[in-house]
């Protein structure tokens, strides 16, 4: 068996923890995608040139059709799936505006943080779940 997907530097991913009412925006990845079916906190790769901040506002500009305040840093992780290793940037953001459409996404949904491990949520998610849950 090959160490290739272990020795390869990690995919940089961002993600939105977009509280809402007490809530937390969860998004479901379409079936037809790696990890089909799992739900995440919105977001996607940071492209070569980009902030993070700035990946994050596109990602969900593209994914949702939404518009995004980034704020701080919640959260740093680094995890490995079969096929790589993900280092996934989670930020507290707000909705700033936008009526949130399905565009890269099967479903989401709002989701208090004490309710969150009741949904099948992407392993590398978790430690980000369990960030919010301290509180």
Request: negative net charge; proline residues 6%; hydrophobic residues 40%.
């Amino acid at each position: 068996m090959s160490d290739n997907a272990n020795s390869s530097p990690p995919i940089q991913v961002c993600a939105a923890v977009i509280l809402h009412q007490n809530k937390v925006l969860l998004t479901l990845r379409p079936n037809n995608k790696q990890l089909g079916g799992y739900w995440e906190f919105p977001g996607g790769k940071i492209e070569e040139g980009e902030s993070p901040q700035f990946a994050l506002k596109r990602e969900l500009q593209e994914e949702l059709d939404i518009k995004i305040v980034v704020g701080p840093l919640l959260e740093t992780v680094d995890y490995s799936y079969e096929w790589g290793k993900v280092l996934i940037l989670a930020y507290l953001c707000t909705w700033e505006g936008g009526e949130i459409r399905h565009l890269e996404v099967a479903d989401h949904r709002w989701v208090a943080p004490e309710n969150l491990l009741d949904y099948d949520i992407l392993a590398a998610d978790q430690p980000i779940i369990k960030k919010l849950q301290k509180g």
